[in-house]
């Protein structure tokens, strides 16, 4: 059984990075396009908590960073999703009660996430992106990403709801 | 985390180790250059997502060309890709001109302008575009090995130079664009036969230019002018004579000796579909291989 939710996890994150880059790629605002991995994360973090999350954004950050168009040094997006899944995940108390909180989630997540990689981009020099370039796009994938958030959130939770290990409340 | 009815902490160490980890992949890959122990993995990725790229590609084409239904008949819509096609051809070849008479001038000119006709092209669509958030210009193009196509040849389309492939994979390539802040490509007025280094800057979009950084900094490039490829040995990265753009304003530097100019690509990034890899002559793939002239008309019929 557990195979059987790790290969649906795996699925579910590839379908994630591939509709990144096809489907949203021709929905795109100024080349912005939504963050449907760290959709997944953040859905994640909010019902099964930080540490699946982590664990599940380190994956789906590094296929992210491993999937064909991408030309950046990997491990990039893999650090940004680690630390977005981690903090969705500790306010997930406040955040799984209201839609708005979850919104807020949402907005905060992928603000954090895209400076994370943006940030990593400059020390790395890969490539050397300016602050005000970097400013110029994270305001617009964050609203990309909250405008996103009633299609995808309620789905990816109600999956991952579904997929956890009926266990006894500990 | 019902204990009490206080929130149990979460435990630091995943974090830790993860975060680990992600440091772990990014110095693997940073250190590691041009052989990056990370490089398997990425091509293994490659194989497996850029067939779902181009399955997912290929599904969700009639939906994202919806709007186009709305805006004419499917008639009336061929015939205006096809002249415009041909009309994007007739002025490639109007804006080269200058160039080929400068090259007819020289004594070895007939020779290159015979050889520039002469490419082998494989076609190829673009299956999926790299994010602005990425901050690096790169698509996905559903041809690869299986086709022919490796890395360091040139890419271009209708309207003039793409870019190059920098990865190719069985069924799948990566292509840099030129616009990309990283892509340099040396580049010839077609007025004054100067050469320099066009650089991209990182924008797609309409606002998407490249800078030209003349050798000869006496050279004065004018409003208008036209750039078109220099050429490497062997035709790789580039080969020579494909139009890239035209001069939209210039510049003097005090502090730099060489004069740079502002270019606007021929190329619209945003809207790249259709695109042709400039291959050896008389490769063998998986696809047609067109030669220049034929490679045309199949595009305009398309």
């Known amino acids: 059984m557990s195979l059987v939710r790790a290969l649906c996890l795996t699925a579910l994150m590839v379908v994630a990075a591939v509709l990144q880059v096809t489907l949203f790629a021709s929905l795109s605002f100024d080349g912005v396009v939504p963050d449907v991995a760290l959709l997944v994360v953040v859905a994640a973090a909010l019902v099964r908590g930080p540490e699946f999350a982590a664990g599940l954004g380190f994956l789906g950050g590094l296929l992210v960073d491993l999937a064909p168009p991408v030309d950046h040094v990997?491990?990039?997006?893999a650090l940004a999703l680690v630390v977005v899944g981690y903090l969705a995940g500790r306010v997930r108390h406040?955040?799984?009660?209201?839609?708005?909180?979850?919104?807020?989630?949402?907005?905060?997540?992928?603000?954090?996430?895209?400076?994370?990689?943006?940030?990593?981009g400059?020390?790395?020099?890969?490539?050397?992106?300016?602050?005000?370039?970097?400013?110029?796009?994270?305001?617009?994938?964050?609203?990309?990403?909250?405008?996103?958030?009633?299609?995808?959130?309620?789905?990816t939770m109600k999956l991952f709801r579904r997929l956890q290990p009926h266990e006894v409340a500990y | 985390m019902r204990h009490h009815g206080r929130?149990?902490?979460?435990?630091?160490?995943?974090?830790?180790?993860?975060?680990?980890?992600s440091f772990t992949v990014i110095t693997l890959d940073v250190r590691g250059g041009d052989h990056s122990p990370v490089d398997p993995a990425r091509s293994l990725v490659g194989e497996v997502l850029g067939p779902l790229e181009s399955g997912t590609a290929a599904a969700v084409r009639p939906f994202t060309s919806v709007p186009d239904f709305f805006r004419t008949t499917s008639g009336l819509r061929a015939d205006v890709a096809r002249l415009k096609a041909q009309n994007a051809q007739l002025r490639g070849r109007l804006e080269t001109s200058t160039v080929d008479r400068n090259?007819?001038?020289?004594?070895d000119g007939l020779l290159a302008t015979s050889r520039t006709s002469g490419y082998a092209l494989v076609p190829a669509r673009v299956v999926a575009m790299g994010p602005a958030q990425?901050?690096?210009?790169?698509?996905?193009?559903?041809?690869?090995?299986?086709?022919?196509?490796?890395?360091?040849?040139?890419?271009?389309?209708?309207?003039?130079?793409?870019?190059?492939?920098?990865?190719?994979?069985?069924?799948?390539?990566?292509?840099?664009?030129?616009?990309?802040?990283?892509?340099?490509?040396?580049?010839?007025?077609?007025?004054?036969?100067?050469?320099?280094?066009?650089?991209?800057r990182g924008e797609t979009g309409d606002t998407g230019r490249l800078d030209l950084d003349l050798v000869d900094s006496s050279a004065a490039p004018t409003r208008g002018d036209v750039v078109?490829?220099?050429?490497?040995?062997?035709?790789?990265?580039?080969?020579?004579?494909?139009?890239?753009?035209?001069?939209a304003s210039v510049y003097a530097s005090p502090r730099q000796l060489s004069r740079r100019a502002v270019i606007v690509p021929f190329v619209d990034f945003t809207s790249l579909d259709l695109v042709g890899v400039v291959v050896a002559q008389g490769t063998h793939g998986d696809r047609t291989v067109l030669d220049a002239g034929r490679a045309t008309t199949g595009k305009a019929a398309r």
Do not use: C, K
């Not at chain 2, 979460?10 to 830790?16: E, F, G, Q, W």
């Not at chain 2, 690096?136 to 193009?141: A, E, F, H, L, W």
């Open chain 2, 103 to 107: 090259r007819a001038a020289e004594l």
């Open chain 1, 94 to 120: 406040d955040a799984g009660t209201s839609a708005v909180a979850a919104v807020v989630t949402v907005a905060a997540s992928s603000f954090v996430g895209t400076s994370i990689y943006a940030l990593s």
């Open chain 2, 134 to 200: 990425a901050f690096s210009r790169t698509v996905t193009i559903d041809a690869g090995r299986a086709e022919g196509v490796y890395p360091d040849q040139t890419v271009l389309n209708n309207d003039g130079l793409v870019g190059r492939v920098i990865r190719s994979d069985r069924s799948t390539a990566t292509v840099l664009l030129v616009v990309d802040r990283e892509s340099v490509v040396g580049g010839r007025l077609g007025s004054s036969m100067e050469v320099g280094f066009l650089r991209g």
């Open chain 2, 228 to 247: 078109v490829t220099w050429g490497s040995r062997n035709g790789a990265p580039y080969v020579a004579g494909i139009p890239i753009g035209r001069v």
């Open chain 1, 74 to 77: 990997a491990g990039r997006w």
């Open chain 1, 122 to 155: 400059m020390l790395l020099h890969d490539p050397a992106v300016s602050v005000g370039e970097a400013l110029g796009v994270i305001p617009l994938s964050v609203l990309y990403d909250v405008a996103l958030t009633p299609f995808v959130l309620p789905v």
């Open chain 2, 7 to 21: 929130p149990q902490r979460p435990s630091r160490t995943v974090l830790v180790l993860l975060l680990l980890a």
